[in-house]
């Protein structure tokens, strides 16, 4: 069998990387949260935003980067996605003229929803990369 | 094409669609937080007298500032939409059968549509003396995309489009069942 030879990202690809992924997880968290909202007259799966994310990391792991690029886009994705989402879930406020005291306040005591929501929904990245790990080293590889 | 390539297109991809989801729902959250400044006012207010009941027919106009239209869905409001007058007995409609006609409100237009209630028998005889300082208040529905939203009301059932002399009677005169207003409504404006 071919030894497997991992990419290595450059700073840059990993920067604009990990900023993309975080993009698309934080809005996909935010689709998720808020399927209850979701135009009637346009149905879509309920699990259509968790199925999404699986195939970002499912995609994410198809690169086959090495394990320092990949640890350095999940982080920096980490990072992004969660004021992506919470950003797009306090929309209504942040357009609304609130000053920035209220913000602060608004975050310190209704941010934990967001970041409860996050907790709980960003992992799924990881398990679609683990599906494709799995696939390749697995029994069935 | 080689793997990596593949995972790099179905990460564009994948993206593309996340972007396709979020935009028509951080839109249709945004007009849903900014429901307030839906314009709701009567412009008519008759007293229809037929042979089994009084019924209370409002014209009301509804004004959309939003850049997303909107739909006024035909139903019975059980959401609490009423006319309250100023004083005394706040039965004399009876409030749980207000009568919505449906209607679609172009972004950036109105719509005028007919709210019917239906008046308590004890009070047919003193409706117009009733309606003297009375309001519509409560929740007006409208629809975003499938969507009810609850639009606060609380506007004057006399209001100042009338006394402008648009069309209304001060002394609100009973008409005949025959000349009850149609049910097609217009609208004005168009989108943004």
């Known amino acids: 069998m071919a030894r497997l ?31 209850p909202t979701w135009p009637a007259a346009f149905p879509i799966p309920d699990q259509t935003a968790v199925i999404l994310l699986l195939l970002v990391g499912f995609a994410l792991a198809v690169l086959e980067l090495d394990m320092r690029s990949y640890i350095s886009i999940t982080l ?4 992004v996605s969660l004021p992506t989402y919470t950003a797009l879930d306090f929309a209504p406020l942040l357009t609304s003229g609130v000053s920035p005291g209220q913000l602060f306040f608004v975050l310190v005591f209704a941010g934990g929803g967001q970041f409860s929501a996050w907790m709980l929904f960003f992992p799924v990245l990881f398990a679609g990369s683990g599906t494709y790990v799995l696939y390749r080293n697995g029994p069935f590889s | ?28 959250r945004l007009v849903r937080a900014n429901a307030d400044t839906v314009e709701v006012a009567v412009t008519d207010t008759r007293v229809v007298n037929g042979t089994e009941e009084t019924t209370l027919v409002l014209s009301v106009d509804v004004s959309n500032p939003t850049r997303r239209s909107l739909t006024v869905p035909e139903q019975v409001a059980y959401g609490g939409l009423s006319v309250r007058p100023e004083s005394g007995d706040r039965a004399f409609v009876q409030r749980r059968v207000a009568e919505i006609e449906s209607g679609e409100v172009p972004a950036g237009g109105s719509t005028t549509v007919t709210v019917r209630f239906p008046v308590r028998d004890a009070y047919t005889d003193r409706v117009g003396s009733l309606l003297d300082g009375a309001v519509l208040a409560g929740q007006f529905p409208v629809e975003l995309d499938g969507r009810v939203i609850e639009v606060e009301v609380d506007t004057p059932v006399r209001g100042e489009s009338q006394s402008s002399g648009a069309s209304v009677d001060p002394s609100l005169p009973s008409v005949e069942p025959s000349e009850r207003p149609s049910l097609t409504h217009r609208a004005t404006g168009g989108g943004r």
């Open chain 1, 5 to 35: 030879v991992r990419y290595e990202a450059s700073l840059f690809e990993r920067a604009v990387g990990g900023t993309a992924v975080g993009l698309v997880a934080g809005m996909l968290t935010f689709v998720h949260s808020r399927l």
């Open chain 1, 76 to 79: 920096i994705a980490a990072a």
């Open chain 2, 1 to 28: 094409m080689n793997r990596r390539q593949v995972g790099l297109v179905v990460l564009v991809v994948l993206g593309v669609v996340t972007v396709g989801l979020t935009v028509p729902l951080t839109q249709n």
